[in-house]
């Protein structure tokens, strides 16, 4: 018989750690490659100040264990590291709002779009009267929509800022017959903390940011208030000028500093950890390359400790990578993206096309779940 060859890989992670004095990189990295065990992690400082550690789950959890233990840290760094390489990881988070529970480590949970726009960048007018809009939301959740995601500004790149008026006049309506209407938790895609304010008391639950709670001085309180939740965004500049030739030094490094920077402004405000979510804001202000890349270092945003909320759909740079102009065109695109973000650890994916993106999540799932199984990971 011939010999089998069996090859197995269990999935390895990167935990970047940012923010470090130079002296305590280097300890770190010490501690981490003196271990006597031969399946030690990976380490590297790719800059000053900053640790990438690389290895399995069971290397990570080793590493992790060996940096509790060590006498030679400052306490604040140990718990620091360790709680840092608890976060990179779990992924079994729970959310609890308005009693409801979403179990977002079971499975992907998907955030539909309800653009209530004449002008957003792939479904502008469509839904732009209350009946349209309520209707669509309700074929949303029929398809297995965990959230509605209600907007009523577009933040295409260009666009102008909307009148608080105009912007509430959009959503409240459809707001309050979605929430009296349907099971499903609405959150309100606005930057605006009187928006936000206005939206929550109509029955939304959650407060979906683009500016990652910056824009407006109040909204961390608003949310905070309400005993809402937050999607925290990164976005570099604003809708109007954010892809005018965005620069970065490490983009994921500088996505996770500026979410970081939004939890701790939720939760100085008195917004529980729990209710906090991020999302590295794909296409808000960033090059194809960014977003590319994003995508495939996405697992490095773990280490926020948050759940992980993504928006690829129908996206400007599936349609340069595929040469598709019209962007309802651009769904094969969109499924490739979701697959592989919800395989480096997407919690939530906010989607147009939600039929095709639930089977889609529920196939990665599948796929996600039975190789933790195998690789001996639980949660
Ligand atoms: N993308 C858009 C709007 N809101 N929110 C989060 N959390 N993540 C995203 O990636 C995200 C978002 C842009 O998409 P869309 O709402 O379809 O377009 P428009 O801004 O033109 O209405």
């Known amino acids: 018989m011939a010999p089998a060859l069996g090859i197995r890989r269990d999935q390895a992670l990167t935990v970047t750690l940012s923010g470090l004095a130079a002296d305590e990189a280097a300890l770190l990295q010490k501690i981490i490659l003196t271990s006597d065990r031969p399946d030690r992690p990976a380490s590297e400082q790719p800059r000053p100040g900053v640790l990438s550690i690389h290895g399995s789950p069971a290397q990570l959890r080793h590493c992790r264990d060996r940096i509790a233990r060590s006498q030679q840290l400052p306490d604040r760094l140990r718990s620091l590291v360790a709680s840092q ?37 792939s479904d502008g007018g469509r ?79 959650i407060v979906n940011d683009i500016s990652g709670l910056r824009f407006s001085p109040d909204m961390a309180k608003v949310v905070a208030d309400h005993g809402a939740a937050a999607v925290v965004m990164h976005i570099k500049g604003t809708p109007r000028d954010m892809q005018a030739n965005p620069v970065y030094g490490d983009v994921v ?11 701790d402004i939720a939760l100085a405000a008195g917004v529980p950890r729990e209710r906090v979510l991020v999302d590295p804001g794909i296409g808000f202000g960033k090059t194809l390359e960014h977003n590319l890349e994003i995508l495939g270092r996405l697992d490095e945003l773990k280490v ?74 639980t949660g």
């Open 85 to 121: 390489l608890d976060n990179a990881l779990r992924s079994d988070y729970k959310m609890v709002i308005k009693g409801r529970t979403l179990d977002l480590g079971s499975r992907t949970h998907i955030m539909g779009v309800l653009n209530i726009t004449p002008d957003s960048f």
């Open 127 to 205: 839904f732009a009267g209350p009946a349209q809009a309520v209707e669509h939301a309700r074929a949303m959740a029929a398809a297995g929509a965990d959230i509605i995601d209600v907007g009523g500004e577009s933040t295409r790149p260009g666009a102008e800022p909307l009148d608080e008026e105009e912007e509430l006049r959009r959503i409240l309506p459809v707001i309050e017959r979605i929430t009296a209407d349907l099971p499903v938790p609405v959150s309100v895609d606005t930057y605006k903390a009187a928006v936000a304010r206005r939206a929550l008391a109509a029955g939304a639950s």
């Open 253 to 263: 490094g500088e996505i996770a500093e500026y979410l970081g920077g939004g939890i």
């Open 304 to 377: 926020l400790g948050c759940p992980l909320v993504i928006g690829t759909s129908r996206k400007r740079f599936i349609g340069t990578v595929l040469g598709i102009a019209d962007p309802q065109d651009r769904v094969e695109g969109t499924a490739a993206t979701v697959a592989l973000a919800i395989e480096r650890g997407a919690h939530i994916v906010r989607v147009h096309d939600v039929p095709a993106m639930v089977r889609v999540a529920r196939m990665a799932d599948a796929i996600v779940k039975h190789k933790k199984h195998f690789d001996g990971i």
